[in-house]
């Protein structure tokens, strides 16, 4: 079984700041097959990134994945408001595709 | 443009089963793992399982031998049944769909579970 764990598990930052997520898997996650989901309050996550880099449909291109084996990146490069939210990564290679226990991005 | 709603019953005692649907609008089975994700109160997603529309099934190791995911496609329909739900077992509940070698592109609206006595 594949784990996953994110770091920092807090970020407070400024908008206009640029934010960097970790995600760090205990096997190297084959054909990086990792996603990145943003959850606001109250509402199912939203997926981000998938196969690590590619960035799902309608997500602005400030958001970028990046990493291979066992290390992976969320960038977001110019922070939002609406971009203050929890963030969790998710590795599909395989079963069980497990989730990272989520990095919660605050206004500082 | 695929929509899934999901509904079942919301508060369960202790020793119960919890049953879920999903319901599947504007799109086929075909090609896609059909999920269970859930989320407890304040805390992060967990993988339940997922059933392929060829009809293999994958769960999570700590859940699956109280756990029951199915396919009705003749209703557009998946389910999930899991029993002997304890308080461990309250959270929200999703139902999803992902793309081969992809992330979940669509999720229900969620469904909260509680258990209590």
């Known amino acids: 079984e594949i784990v996953l764990t994110q770091s920092p598990g807090t970020l407070s930052l400024s908008p206009g700041e640029r934010a960097t997520l970790s995600c760090r898997a205990s096997q190297s996650v084959a054909g990086s097959h990792l996603a990145w989901y943003q959850q606001r309050s109250g509402q199912p996550p939203r997926l981000l990134i998938y196969?690590?880099?590619s960035r799902a449909t309608g997500i602005p291109a400030r958001f970028t994945g990046s990493g291979s084996g066992t290390d992976f990146t969320l960038t977001i490069s110019r922070l939002e408001p609406e971009d203050f939210a929890l963030y969790y990564c998710q590795q599909y290679s395989r079963s069980p595709s497990n989730f990272g226990q989520g990095t919660k991005l605050q206004i500082k | 443009q695929v929509q899934l709603q999901q509904w079942g019953a919301g508060l369960l005692k202790p020793s119960e089963t919890l049953s879920l649907t999903c319901a599947v609008y504007?799109?086929?089975?075909?090609?896609?793992?059909w999920s269970w994700i859930r989320q407890p109160p304040g805390k992060g997603l967990e993988w339940i399982g997922e059933i392929y529309h060829s009809g293999s099934i994958d769960y999570t190791p700590s859940l699956k031998s109280r756990l029951t995911i199915s396919l009705d496609t003749s209703n557009n329909h998946f389910n999930l049944t899991l029993r002997s739900v304890t308080a461990a077992d309250t959270a929200v509940y999703y139902c999803a769909r992902r793309p081969f070698a992809f992330g979940v592109d669509v999720w229900g609206q969620g469904t909260t579970v509680t258990v209590s006595s």
């Open positions: 196969d690590a880099s």
């Open positions: 504007g799109g086929s089975f075909s090609g896609y793992y």
